[in-house]
């Protein structure tokens, strides 16, 4: 008998928000979604917003 050791369950949230809009030569609107992870939901917003804040500077 063979005994196998199960890999930890690991709990994570994926949140998925608009970053920036883009419009072409014929007007029309077309958005650019980015996917951030963490641990929790707050965890996700917290690098969501750090990035938000990193692309405000530059």
């Given amino acids: 008998m063979s005994t196998s ?8 949230c994926q949140i998925r928000r608009k970053v920036s809009e883009h419009h072409n ?8 979604y980015k996917v951030f992870t963490g641990k929790s939901r707050s965890d996700a917003e917290a690098k969501y917003n750090a990035y938000m804040e990193e692309e405000t500077e530059q």
């Fill in 5 to 12: 050791k199960s890999k930890p369950i690991t709990t994570f």
């Fill in 25 to 32: 030569k014929l007007g029309v609107t077309s958005a650019e």
